[in-house]
């Protein structure tokens, strides 16, 4: 009786395994709710006490703005036409200001709020945070800056000075109006209001320039507002920070964002890596939902090695990356040195070994070359000079100013080595160190010993750049969105604003004696009084930085997100949708976009079963959010309770058959 019990187990045991797995994968689809992002960051952060959500002192932003931070609106880079996001509606005034543009002295935009937008703690996103928000970033800027009107809470008017926008560039005029320049609500006024009332009180002086902003960046970059409110108050996002770990960031679904029945997950978690080798050996075993280039730059070799699911869209940029000169360098403040530099790069094969996402710059002058852009410059950009590889060219440069060459290695005029120090202040990457790595040895093998240091810090960066002490600075050139040619980077952040990388005065003096005012030029080009002044500035840009070389461009690099296709659907890789990455800060416009709007969804498990086979897992993807399949706890529990009562059955059938033996 015993032998033959025993030999009935096995068959127990195979009708329990035909019951069981539908009830395991019923429940992993409520795991399905957790999207998983890669990010690999060389200072993670580590508990939930002793992080400050101030974006201006290192926290939780950039890279993940459209998560926790919502846009006021985003432009839809494939017509130039803005989407509404907390902002849902907006006028301007004087009804006739396009008309009457030339003869007036400012333009007036009226935002009206969605009113069902909620910061994370419930508290209502107001006109007030726009004023905030708006406040908060003229400290990063410069004067003159606008006059701020709250009518009530949910709608506030904006008096633009004419410098700051134009009919002639109504993408650039929206973006930077409705837009709020691409940056996000990203100020609780309530929980800022301290420093937002000092600000308020100094507005003229500061609109005249007698008060620096600085005195409000070093208050604001000490202010920790987790102090004051709890951390769910400083998010407005589809997300906001839940809990840290040394590990991982977990991210939960923000019950007031306003489009919050459009978010497929219930929680985000950001795994903390610490090296790209972590990253893979997490994507290999397939537990990353979301990759990008805003977060992490994936090496290129990696993108052809990645397991099937994971499906990988590039979007092309006029971005990239560049070398910026130190002018305060006694030597590198000499153009022909500039140019020698340029002669000796081969920037195609920098491009090569940084990998399949880079690109060459052709003519560096600052102008991406994208089609959009066709419209806002004219031929003659194309006649540049290029910059193409010549080792007899740049020894005769510097030789006209003193240098001279001994046995291989160049020496200054005062008699001493030339050797140059490269510091990356922008990403640490395996394709990026390639590409410094060759350009070091270019430079060496030419004579100019060259070396390069990573400094991916961004409070570290920022005080290398206020002390001078570099040569150059691997940093980014371009913009990413298409609603004109973007000299931002490097005619305002990068040269002053906030940041002087070249420490240059914005003057250029050209061979034919004349000075180019770039900053004039700039506002030119983002506030032309016609088409024809926006071309010609964009021309005299180009030239000016094309000859003088305070940076020299150069790759471009795409936009690359990867996804798995086992837990996540979008769209094709052709779909509009996509080149929201050209947009916002870190290029996150597409993640705010795929929630809104419904291109990023779960992808959902389900099962079948027959009475005659084991059960079998198929892949449901859903194209329209939020219509994907859920099992509440009642069914699943209803299901055990069956299993049970199944297994029950079987057990009493087996005793009655071998009493009966």
Not at 412 to 433: A, Q, Y
């Amino acid at each position: 009786m015993k032998v033959k019990l025993l030999y009935s187990i096995p068959l127990l045991i195979l009708l329990l395994g035909l019951i069981l797995p539908s009830v395991t994968i019923i429940a992993n689809s409520q795991a399905s709710k957790v999207l998983t992002i890669g990010w690999v960051t060389s200072s993670p952060y580590t508990s939930l006490s002793s992080y400050n959500p101030n974006i201006f002192s290192g926290g939780l932003g950039g890279a993940f703005y459209g998560l926790v931070y919502a846009y006021s609106a985003i432009l839809n880079v494939s017509n130039n036409q803005m989407l509404p996001g907390i902002v849902e509606n907006w006028t301007f005034s004087p009804s006739n200001w396009i008309q009457e543009y030339n003869s007036l002295s400012s333009v007036n935009v009226t935002l009206y709020l969605n009113p069902n937008a909620h910061w994370a703690n419930g508290q209502p996103v107001t006109a007030y945070d726009i004023l905030a928000t708006c406040l908060i970033l003229d400290m990063y800027s410069a004067p003159p800056f606008p006059n701020y009107t709250v009518i009530n809470n949910y709608t506030i008017i904006i008096s633009y000075p004419k410098d700051y926008v134009s009919p002639y560039l109504m993408p650039f005029t929206l973006l930077n109006t409705v837009g709020l320049g691409e940056v996000a609500v990203i100020t609780n006024y309530q929980v800022w209001k301290p420093i937002i009332t000092q600000i308020e009180g100094n507005w003229t002086l500061l609109q005249e320039g007698k008060v620096k902003t600085t005195v409000f960046r070093n208050m604001i970059r000490s202010f920790n507002p987790a102090l004051v409110a709890p951390i769910s108050a400083s998010y407005n996002g589809p997300f906001y920070v839940s809990q840290i770990t040394p590990s991982e960031i977990v991210l939960s679904k923000n019950p007031g964002f306003y489009a919050v029945n459009m978010v497929p997950w219930n929680e985000v978690i950001i795994y903390q890596y610490t090296s790209s080798q972590d990253l893979l050996a997490g994507i290999k075993t397939g537990e990353i939902g979301l990759l990008y280039s805003g977060a992490t730059s994936l090496p290129s070799l990696a993108l052809s090695s990645l397991p099937s699911y994971y499906k990988v869209v590039s979007v092309p940029q006029p971005f990239g990356y560049a070398l910026y000169f130190n002018l305060q360098n006694p030597w590198l403040k000499y153009v022909q040195v500039r140019q020698a530099i340029a002669y000796i790069i081969n920037r195609t094969a920098i491009a090569l070994v940084g990998g399949v996402k880079y690109s060459p710059v052709h003519i560096p002058n600052g102008i991406p070359n994208f089609s959009y852009f066709n419209e806002f410059r004219s031929p003659a950009v194309s006649n540049l000079n290029p910059y193409n590889v010549n080792l007899t060219k740049a020894a005769e440069l510097l030789e006209s100013v003193g240098f001279t060459e001994k046995n291989g290695q160049w020496y200054t005029p005062s008699g001493t080595p030339f050797t140059l120090n490269i510091t990356d202040t922008s990403t640490s990457s395996p394709g990026v160190d390639s590409m410094l790595t060759l350009i070091a040895d270019e430079l060496t093998a030419f004579g100019i010993p060259t070396t390069y240091s990573i400094i991916t810090i961004p409070s570290v960066a920022h005080q290398l750049y206020e002390t001078g002490d570099y040569d150059l600075a691997f940093q980014n050139w371009g913009g990413y969105y298409p609603g004109t040619v973007d000299w931002y980077l490097q005619l305002q952040y990068l040269s002053g604003i906030p940041y002087n990388v070249t420490h240059w005065d914005l003057l250029v003096p050209l061979p034919n004696g004349s000075v180019y005012n770039m900053s004039k030029l700039y506002i030119e080009s983002t506030a032309p009084n016609s088409t024809s002044q926006l071309i010609a500035a964009n021309d005299e840009i180009a030239y000016a930085l094309n000859y003088y070389l305070p940076l020299l461009p150069l790759v471009y690099s795409d936009y690359v997100i990867v996804y798995n296709s086992n837990v996540l659907s979008a769209p094709p890789s052709n779909s509009w949708f996509w080149e929201e990455a050209l947009y916002g800060i870190g290029g996150t416009a597409f993640l705010q976009a795929g929630f809104q709007y419904g291109y990023l969804v779960s992808t959902t498990i389900t099962t079948t079963t027959t009475t005659t086979v084991p059960t079998v897992t198929s892949i449901v993807t859903s194209t329209t959010p939020p219509s994907t399949v859920t099992v509440s706890s009642t069914n699943v529990g209803l299901i055990v309770g069956v299993a049970v009562a199944v297994i029950i059955v079987i057990i009493i059938v087996a005793v009655i058959l071998l009493r009966r033996r």
